[in-house]
């Protein structure tokens, strides 16, 4: 017996907003989300909804009044990082780091959505191994690309004008 349902990952993202509905009507239009349910509760606010991206259902609920805002930090496969990319912006997402193609195979990039989550939008475009990606970062351009994601998401993050990033080290 498997301590997972049917139709879940092991581990599931939660995503507490201050507007559970229009979360919900982003990650359709940007991910082609399914929406699988939700639970409205007396004062007007959802306690519980669910969304398949994918193979994975993400989880949310209306955070209260008093609660912190706690966005999250989510990565997303897509067949096609520019049309997701696009599709999020289309639905009021903004750029965070613009579309790169990164040492593993990947092309992404991020966007803050209108909710305060910053999602990863990745797409697989070659087959790389881990040993050729790691390889590949002694490459100038890749090396380029890891610094501009990682400051990126550092100014994102930090609210600074210039973000930091650090090279990365080789066993």
């Known amino acids: 017996m498997t301590t997972t349902p049917a139709g879940y990952t092991t581990v599931a993202p939660w995503i507490s907003t201050q507007d559970t509905g229009a979360l919900l009507d982003f990650v359709k239009a940007a991910f082609d989300g ?37 966005p999250s930090l989510l990565r997303v496969f897509v067949p096609d990082a520019d049309a997701a990319f696009a599709a999020a912006l289309d639905a009021g997402a903004r750029e965070v780091t613009a579309l790169t193609n990164n ?13 305060g989550n910053i999602w990863w939008v990745i797409a697989n475009v070659e087959t790389v191994t881990p040993e050729e990606g790691m390889r590949r970062l002694d490459l100038p351009e890749y090396q380029e690309q890891m610094r501009y994601a990682q400051e990126t998401l550092d100014i994102e993050l930090s609210g600074r004008a210039q973000g930091r990033a650090s090279e990365v080290v080789k066993p």
């Open 34 to 70: 399914v929406e699988l349910g939700r639970v409205p509760l007396a004062d007007g606010s959802i306690g519980h909804a669910e969304i398949r991206v994918g193979d994975t259902v993400l989880l949310a609920f209306d955070q209260r009044e008093d609660w912190p805002h706690m």
């Open 103 to 115: 040492a593993f195979g990947q092309r992404g990039g991020r966007i803050r959505d209108p909710f």
